[in-house]
């Protein structure tokens, strides 16, 4: 529990400016909505949170190598990923180089130091999502929309959804938009778990692959699938459920929690954390 | 405290790190690690301190094998490679956030009452002060290592290994260091210390070992187990 707070401080104290970036990401992003809300003649009044949530965390509908389209990266959601996937990747591995060596010794728990960090990695995830969630809450309220994880009708064709792949409306993403965050989290997990191998770098590296197949194939077991609103069964035909969503983030998490734990306990640690 | 070490060996990326060291040590000893860079000083204390796994042999501790009954020496003060605490924390409150790690696991350590007291004792012990305000990432290197101390010796463990423990010391410093050193003997604390530098090992040391590509080639002095002192070899 130790061990914990204070990471939970020193992660945080090292973090603050990246939330910051995050805060102004999205406010970015919710001035590119209203600008193109404006343009298509939208009423910012509809303008729910559920809308700037899901233009956050939209991504693009599923992709068809031979369906004759070509294959567009959803650079915004992309980004939003990849910007909270490297806000986790120095500080446990930093850690380890440092402070946390010493701490693993003297607190006499290769697993306890691996549990903090796990936590760790997850509260900062949860802390990303919660500033998306705070500042779409703000935007919505500025612009004189309503509290509500409804999305409109128009926000499909304003993001450019494959029209034949919708669902029927109404679109509440309440639970999309949990599990897609909790998939967000088990992929950061995913990449602790690989940073102990490879370094961060590779690690990084890894989750950046991940991101751009998940967009190009549809495959649940591609973790992306799930973080991405535009392919969940509330806005897609046939897309992700919640409950299969869920059950592979837990699953993804799980299973990084205890492999990690596991090679944190057998390996080495040297100037340099390498699996030997 | 009884430590063994039989037959360690550490191959790392296909090189031998550690070969055949052996060593029986006890509580209120001062054990010297001499050689060059890259002969193994480094990574006998980090076999020591539970922080790589042994190719071959190993490390017990009172009977306990490290890695494999226990992951960690049970009561332990460590200052390997450059020290490293919080950047946003006091001096004392490093120290007591590590006091409070010992206390937490109930490794021997220090209670509640006494964990402040200590960690400024160990302060004042290196010369450092206590009520010094400025927080880690202001410290000079000197003040740094002389942290590091401080925290290797915090209530004077069962086991203490520093690793060039008088980098970036002066004079004075090193000085201090070496009273250190023999006040942690005196309260039973077997200390070992990784050197480069002959003089200041051979001036504090029971026994000095030398290493050179990870084997003891040499040996000087009597274990004191023997109810020897320093004497040339």
Not at chain 1, 142 to 170: D, H, K, N, W, Y
Not at chain 1, 182 to 209: E, K
Not at chain 2, 218 to 232: L, M, R, Y
């Amino acid at each position: 529990m130790r061990l914990l707070l204070v990471d939970l401080a020193e992660g945080f104290w090292s973090l603050w400016r990246w939330y910051i970036g995050a805060v102004a990401l999205f406010a970015v992003m919710s001035a590119s909505l209203v600008l193109q809300a404006l343009t298509l003649g939208m009423s910012l009044a509809s303008l729910s949170v559920g809308d700037f949530l899901l233009y956050y965390f939209a991504g693009t509908s599923q992709f068809f190598a031979f369906g004759g389209d070509p294959f567009r990266l959803p650079v915004m959601w992309a980004f939003v990923c990849l910007f909270a996937l490297y806000l986790v990747l120095w500080y446990p591995y930093r850690d380890l180089l440092g402070f946390g060596r010493a701490a693993v010794v003297v607190g006499g728990s290769r697993w306890r130091w691996w549990f903090a960090k796990c936590v760790w990695v997850v509260v900062a995830i949860a802390v990303f999502c919660l500033c998306a969630f705070v500042v779409a809450s703000t935007s919505s309220l500025l612009v004189g929309g309503c509290i509500s994880l409804t999305v409109s009708e128009e926000m499909p064709f304003l993001l450019g959804l494959r029209e034949s792949q919708l669902a029927e409306p109404p679109y509440s993403i309440g639970s999309s938009i949990a599990v897609a965050f909790a998939s967000l989290a088990a992929l950061a997990l995913f990449q602790l778990l690989l940073s102990l191998v490879t370094g961060p770098v590779i690690s990084f590296a890894c989750s950046i692959s991940i991101i751009f197949l998940s967009a190009f194939y549809f495959d649940p077991l591609l973790i992306g699938n799930s973080m991405m609103l535009a392919r969940s069964d509330c806005l897609m035909e046939g897309g992700i459920s919640v409950f299969a969503g869920a059950c592979i983030a837990s699953s993804l998490a799980g299973a990084s929690i205890l492999a990690g734990g596991l090679l944190f306990s057998w390996m080495d640690i040297t100037d340099k954390e390498r699996f030997k | 405290m009884k430590l063994v070490i039989q037959d360690l060996k550490k191959e790392m990326k296909g090189s031998v790190v550690l070969d055949g060291i052996n060593m029986e040590l006890s509580s209120g000893e001062i054990v010297g690690l001499e050689g060059v860079n890259g002969s193994g000083k480094t990574m006998l204390l980090r076999a020591i301190a539970g922080l790589i796994r042994p190719t071959s042999g190993f490390v017990s501790i009172d009977g306990k094998r490290l890695r494999k009954d226990v992951p960690f020496p049970q009561s332990i003060g460590i200052l390997i490679e450059n020290p490293a605490f919080l950047e946003s924390r006091t001096g004392l409150a490093n120290l007591m956030i590590l006091g409070a790690m010992r206390k937490a696991t109930k490794r021997g350590g220090l209670d509640s009452s006494s964990l402040r007291e200590a960690a400024r004792d160990s302060l004042r012990m290196v010369g450092l002060d206590p009520d010094d305000e400025r927080k880690y990432k202001k410290y000079s290197l000197g003040m740094k290592q002389r942290l590091g101390i401080a925290a290797a010796i915090m209530g004077f463990p069962q086991l203490i290994l520093l690793d060039e423990p008088t980098n970036a010391l002066d004079v004075e410093g090193t000085e201090l260091v070496r009273r250190l050193i023999l006040e942690a003997k005196g309260k039973g604390s077997l200390v070992m210390v990784a050197s480069h530098d002959k003089d200041f090992l051979h001036g504090i040391a029971d026994e000095v070992h030398t290493l050179r590509e990870g084997r003891i080639v040499s040996f000087v002095g009597t274990p004191i187990s023997q109810g020897g002192g320093f004497d040339e070899a």
